[in-house]
């Protein structure tokens, strides 16, 4: 798929779950995110996730929300689908910023597991499905118990995807025989929300990744993604494995905006890596093995 080749899957194929650039002074800067939005689409991804939790939405205002989804819009949208992370743990919340989100030409939605007030599989239902009536959005549910504290469970998710407009899921369960069961038991579009996942998930039927990763080898992960696609593993496998250490690097040490960020602005991307507390940059010794790992991907940044 040629970069300027908009998706017919409302959430395409690579989709890089993006950083929010920041000054140095703290404030979101929405010239770089439009930048970075562009070489992405530039490098091959065919959709934007804009505040996931790569983007640090969980510290950053509505108005700040908006206003990525405004920028990354402005700067990609028609070339790439545009996909606004508006799910919070507050059901009513995660309504009004859909509701605000869509009014900028958003192509979709993405709403996490409720976070930190651990509902039952019920209360899960009854959020996704509320957020989902609130707009005429397509909905990708984004199952990481890792970070929610609790899973969808894989019978929540298939009664999910008789909603219509519930039609994605990105998978960080890293439950392969539940996603199995997912993928023969309805026809959402189920991403890879692990990026060493991606392989085997595609092997199974899945349809592409939301990534970290991509950020760094945004070419190696769409070739990877075309050739499983494809039916060619043996070109998909040999992809597997280089791209390993880059995993490594970006989510092996520190968690992966930390890594991201610092890994663009030592590729001149941006123009520093900051994040927002409680997140903190990486320390030296941090900051060694990442460069060892993407070293051994032909990736030289030694002090």
Same mark, same amino acid.
């Not at 689409?41 to 405004?70: H, K």
């Given at each position: 798929m040629s970069a300027t080749e908009l998706s017919p899957r409302p959430f395409g194929t690579l989709t890089p779950a993006m950083v929010t650039p920041f000054t140095a002074d703290g404030a979101v800067d929405y010239q770089a995110a439009g930048e970075l939005a562009n070489k992405l689409v530039d490098d091959g991804c065919d959709g934007i996730l804009v505040t996931g939790t790569t983007g640090e939405t969980s510290t950053l205002t509505d108005a700040e929300n908006l206003g990525m989804f405004a920028a990354v819009v402005d700067a990609v949208g028609g !070339?790439? !689908?545009?996909? =606004?992370?508006?799910? /919070? %743990?507050? /059901? =009513?919340?995660?309504?009004?910023?859909?509701q605000?989100?869509? &009014?900028?030409?958003?192509?979709? +939605?993405?709403? *996490?597991?409720?976070?930190?007030? &651990?509902?039952?599989?019920?209360?899960? =239902?009854?959020?996704? @499905?509320?957020?989902?009536?609130?707009?005429?959005?397509?909905?990708? +549910?984004?199952?990481?118990?890792?970070?929610?504290? *609790?899973?969808?469970?894989? @019978? /929540?998710?298939? !009664? +999910? $995807?008789?909603?219509?407009?519930?039609?994605? +899921? &990105?998978? $960080? &369960?890293?439950?392969?025989?539940?996603? /199995? !069961? *997912?993928? $023969? %038991?309805?026809?959402?579009?189920v991403y890879s929300g692990d990026d060493g996942l991606t392989l085997p998930l595609m092997a199974a039927g899945a349809v592409g990744l939301v990534s970290v990763s991509a950020h760094v080898a945004a070419p190696a992960f769409r070739a990877l993604i075309d050739a499983a696609a494809a039916g060619d593993f043996a070109a998909a496998r040999r992809i597997h494995f280089e791209l390993d250490p880059i995993i490594r690097a970006t989510m092996g040490h520190v968690q992966g905006a930390v890594a991201v960020k610092q890994i663009l602005n030592w590729q001149g991307v941006l123009s520093n890596p900051a994040v927002r507390l409680p997140l903190v940059e990486a320390g030296e010794a941090e900051l060694a093995l990442i460069r060892a790992d993407l070293a051994e991907a032909g990736l030289d940044f030694s002090a």
């Amino acid at each position: 798929m040629s970069a300027t080749e908009l998706s017919p899957r409302p959430f395409g194929t690579l989709t890089p779950a993006m950083v929010t650039p920041f000054t140095a002074d703290g404030a979101v800067d929405y010239q770089a995110a439009g930048e970075l939005a562009n070489k992405l689409v530039d490098d091959g991804c065919d959709g934007i996730l804009v505040t996931g939790t790569t983007g640090e939405t969980s510290t950053l205002t509505d108005a700040e929300n908006l206003g990525m989804f405004a920028a990354v819009v402005d700067a990609v949208g028609g !070339r790439a !689908r545009v996909i =606004a992370g508006t799910g /919070t %743990n507050d /059901t =009513a919340h995660s309504i009004s910023l859909s509701q605000r989100a869509a &009014k900028l030409d958003i192509d979709g +939605l993405l709403i *996490v597991t409720p976070y930190y007030n &651990k509902p039952s599989q019920a209360g899960i =239902a009854a959020h996704f @499905e509320a957020i989902a009536d609130s707009t005429g959005l397509p909905v990708m +549910l984004y199952d990481i118990p890792g970070r929610a504290g *609790v899973p969808i469970s894989t @019978e /929540t998710i298939i !009664r +999910l $995807a008789d909603h219509p407009r519930i039609v994605a +899921l &990105k998978d $960080a &369960k890293a439950d392969f025989a539940a996603t /199995t !069961r *997912v993928m $023969a %038991n309805t026809d959402l579009d189920v991403y890879s929300g692990d990026d060493g996942l991606t392989l085997p998930l595609m092997a199974a039927g899945a349809v592409g990744l939301v990534s970290v990763s991509a950020h760094v080898a945004a070419p190696a992960f769409r070739a990877l993604i075309d050739a499983a696609a494809a039916g060619d593993f043996a070109a998909a496998r040999r992809i597997h494995f280089e791209l390993d250490p880059i995993i490594r690097a970006t989510m092996g040490h520190v968690q992966g905006a930390v890594a991201v960020k610092q890994i663009l602005n030592w590729q001149g991307v941006l123009s520093n890596p900051a994040v927002r507390l409680p997140l903190v940059e990486a320390g030296e010794a941090e900051l060694a093995l990442i460069r060892a790992d993407l070293a051994e991907a032909g990736l030289d940044f030694s002090a």
